[in-house]
């Protein structure tokens, strides 16, 4: 038997909860409220037999209400009841979003708006055994260029800080230099000077930096969170007067080192497919967003024709026949920034 309460606000008290339940940096009060400011915030308590088995956060924002429970797996019953419940409750809420699910839905009146992968490495307990699984030239590779940059800098350091030990700084640099490289690659960033005040403020509740430096200059930087035995790497950057040193790279190796050595047992790279995350051992994991209306209207099948407009356009930009023009792009956008 399901049971469900409901509360207006964030439920500060059940953090912990969210914490132990989840596994998700995203499904924390911290993070949503630095992330989500301008919404209306309400949480349900779901009970099985009297026993706390979830809590779900909404948002509410103009006639849209958005499941903050996000890089999560909830089963159905239970979030369709408490989708039902949002309607029941809120009768100017026209859709409910249900963004970053590990599991697939089969909800009514909804669509499916996205799909991409969470890539995530099952540590093993040491070093050693890490670079066992890696394939032959990554291994070489990465021995290869991390001696290549010892030997050619002197003073390179490499260094870890958790929490409140990080600086706004470290975090200022790290998104610079990953806007900067997304720019000399001729990407969009998707990454803005407007991110850096929230990147700080959550870094102080669940965050870890790992950085290298040389000559005390950052040229390497990875933003990160750590709940419970999971680590979650949001932002890699590197300076592109560094690239042929990979020290990108080098920086994640070091990260992940450094999360066998802290007794982690899962590191997860995000969304946004990268030949690296492969080649570093990570496997792709699904996940689900979805749209779920209050009824069948001409909106809902206005947003559910762009969805599938939307996917077919993601497919084609990643496809192989998309190169070329893709290429002739990257050109184009490196000659504007550049001039």
């Known amino acids: ?36 400011p301008a919404c209306d915030f309400y949480y349900m308590l779901v009970y099985k037999s ?111 800080k958790s929490r409140t030990e ?34 700080f403020q959550y870094s102080q509740h669940y965050g870890c930096v790992a950085s290298i430096e040389i000559n005390g200059i950052m040229v390497a930087g990875c933003i990160a969170s750590i709940l419970n035995k999971r680590i979650y790497l949001i932002v890699i950057a590197h300076d592109n007067n560094y690239s042929k040193y990979h020290v990108g790279e080098l920086c994640m190796v070091y990260m992940i080192q450094t999360s066998i050595e802290m007794g982690l047992t899962k590191a997860h790279f995000l969304w946004g497919e990268n030949e690296y995350k492969a080649r570093l051992l990570a496997n792709p994991y699904p996940l689900f967003s979805y749209f779920v209306y209050r009824n069948y209207s001409v909106n809902y099948v206005c947003c559910r024709l762009k969805a599938a407009y939307s996917r077919i356009v993601v497919c084609f930009r990643l496809s192989k026949c998309s190169k070329p023009l893709r290429d002739i792009i990257k050109k184009f956008r490196k000659r504007k920034c550049h001039s």
């Open 1 to 36: 038997m399901i049971s469900i309460e409901c509360f207006n606000g964030l439920p500060e008290k059940y953090e912990s909860f969210l914490v132990e339940r989840y596994d998700s940096f995203m499904t924390t009060c911290r993070y949503i409220e630095i992330n989500h």
């Open 50 to 160: 009297n026993t706390l088995v979830d809590v779900l956060i909404f948002g509410n924002k103009g006639n849209t209400s958005k499941c903050m429970n996000m890089l999560v797996e909830i089963d159905e019953d239970i979030i369709t009841k408490c989708i039902q419940s949002v309607f029941e409750r809120y009768p100017n809420i026209k859709r409910i979003q249900i963004d970053a699910s590990y599991k697939s839905y089969s909800f009514k009146k909804s669509f499916l708006y996205s799909s991409c992968n969470d890539h995530i490495i099952n540590l093993p307990s040491t070093m050693d055994e890490y670079y066992s699984e890696l394939g032959c030239k990554t291994r070489k590779h990465i021995k290869q260029r991390n001696a290549k940059l010892l030997k050619e800098f002197s003073n390179v350091s490499f260094t870890v």
């Open 166 to 199: 990080i600086k706004q700084k470290t975090i200022n640099k790290i998104i610079l230099m990953n806007i900067d490289r997304m720019i000399h690659k001729g990407i969009i960033p998707g990454k803005s000077d407007s991110d850096k005040n929230h990147y």
